[in-house]
């Protein structure tokens, strides 16, 4: 079975605070891919990021970077000097086994509010 | 078309009354996907299509639900026998063929059941 933990259920930052989103995941199957989503309360959830098992590269765009670590089966997302509009739920996801699988197991989420 | 589009945004319904709500995936994807969202909580699987077969069916799935996607364009996702458990939000997503890709959400249909 797939699992995904998002022990952080709110966070609250000020304005150019950076924040660290946490996403631990948990799956039997060696191929397996992750993803970042942004559910603002527009209520669409907008993707950020995927990333597959075989790929542990970290990755930057623009304030938004991730961090993969197989070794602790973690999915961390970090905003930098965050903003009013970064404010949303966000949600990380797992979809394992690749081939014909294609569900989606999330997260529980976290609130992000952002304070000016 | 820019993106997953579902109708209606809101639905308000007297329990025991069925409903229905339809989404609309980006063109070209094949797949389509229903997930139900509580309150509070992340979203959850109830169903896929790849075209117009359905693939996979979510336990949460009781025998009150029902979707189809008859041309492997839009699908409907029917409630009968509505109960207040049934208030979430469900949402609709799509992907396109390629099987290395993300889903694309819609902004949901939000049920209540009074």
């Known amino acids: 079975a797939q699992k995904v933990t998002q022990a952080q259920t709110e966070i609250s930052v000020v304005e150019k605070e950076d924040v660290t989103l946490d996403c631990v995941y948990e799956?039997?199957?060696?191929?397996?891919?992750l993803f970042w989503y942004k559910q603002p309360p527009s209520g669409e959830l907008v993707f950020l990021i995927r990333?597959?098992?075989?790929?542990?590269q970290n990755e930057i765009s623009g304030r938004y970077s991730w961090n993969f670590q197989k070794s602790t089966s973690s999915f961390n997302f970090t905003i930098t000097a965050s903003q009013v509009v970064d404010s949303a739920v966000y949600f990380c996801a797992l979809r394992a086994g690749g081939g014909s699988n294609y569900k989606l197991t999330f997260g529980k989420g976290t609130l992000l509010t952002v304070n000016p | 078309d820019t993106g997953v589009s579902q109708d209606p945004r809101h639905k308000i319904t007297k329990r025991g009354q069925n409903v229905t709500f339809r989404c609309d995936p980006i063109s070209e994807h094949n797949r389509l996907y229903w997930y139900r969202q509580t309150l509070g909580q992340g979203p959850e699987f109830l169903t896929y299509?790849?075209?117009?077969?359905?693939?996979?069916k979510s336990r949460l799935l009781s025998d009150r639900f029902s979707a189809e996607r008859p041309k492997g364009s839009f699908s409907t996702l029917e409630i009968q026998r509505t109960e207040q458990g049934d208030s979430a939000m469900y949402l609709c997503a799509s992907s396109p063929p390629e099987q290395y890709t993300e889903a694309f959400f819609g902004q949901g249909t939000r049920l209540t059941v009074v």
């Open positions: 799956t039997r199957d060696t191929t397996y891919y």
């Open positions: 299509f790849q075209n117009e077969a359905q693939l996979e």
């Open positions: 990333r597959n098992s075989f790929d542990e």
